[in-house]
């Protein structure tokens, strides 16, 4: 069953640093999208992208954050400056299509993001 | 604004007992929700939705659209249903899921 492929499982940054968070989407999917979740806390919507450019975001999802499609297979989320408060647990989620009543968005496995 | 509200951490329950996880929702519109489950050391995964109007693994929700509710129920719980559920929304025309703080289910033997 295709899936959905993030890496690294786990991440370890110094503050101040920037990171990138990987992802694969499965392959027929035309809609991406980033959520976190801080430990103790909800699943939090960031962004979600759709024909190369961003379709929504959240207020979270401010000018610190950046997401691309660099080769029409993997889809990046980029965390410049990381602060302490960006520790957290990041999905990544691709779906068939808009919205989510006929469709199913498919989650990866995550990316712990650790800033020390 | 739009919310979701699991009011319960965790629900702990004996194996075939029935099962109630809670969820409310704030929306003037009409919502879209949903159920995910994450079970140990797994993804996160759409357990069922409320426009399908199915039911899986025994599993069943109604939307009261008077109550604002969306609960999770199944009448004879299982050891393999312990798993943290989480209830979410989708509001008109967008492509963001709201979630809820989620609700641990324990199932013992």
């Known amino acids: 069953e295709p899936e959905v492929t993030q890496t690294p499982s786990h991440q370890v940054t110094q503050m101040g640093q920037e990171v990138i968070l990987r992802c694969v989407p499965i392959?027929?999917?035309?809609?991406f999208y980033w959520y976190r979740q801080i430990l103790g806390q909800k699943v939090e919507f960031l962004v979600s992208f759709y024909n190369n450019e961003i379709s929504e975001k959240s207020e979270i999802f401010d000018d610190q954050f950046s997401v691309e499609r660099p080769d029409g297979s993997n889809f990046t989320l980029k965390i410049r400056s990381t602060k302490l408060e960006d520790s957290a647990m990041y999905f990544c989620?691709?779906?068939?299509?808009?919205?989510?009543?006929?469709?199913?968005?498919?989650f990866g496995q995550g990316t712990r993001l650790t800033v020390v | 604004a739009q919310r979701v509200t699991q009011p319960e951490k965790l629900l702990s329950v004996f194996k075939g007992a029935p099962v109630e996880l809670k969820c409310n929702y704030s929306y003037s519109g009409s919502p879209e929700l949903f159920w995910y489950v994450q079970y140990s050391r797994q993804r996160l995964q759409l357990l069922l939705r409320?426009?399908s109007r199915e039911s899986i693994k025994g599993f069943t929700a109604d939307l009261n659209k008077g109550e604002t509710s969306f609960h999770l129920k199944k009448p004879f719980a299982q050891e393999e249903d312990s798993a943290m559920y989480y209830c979410a929304l989708n509001t008109y025309r967008t492509d963001k899921l709201i979630f809820g703080t989620g609700t641990r289910l324990q199932v013992f033997p």
């Open positions: 392959s027929n999917h035309l809609y």
């Open positions: 409320h426009i």
């Open positions: 989620a691709s779906s068939e299509g808009p919205g989510f009543g006929n469709t199913e968005a498919f």
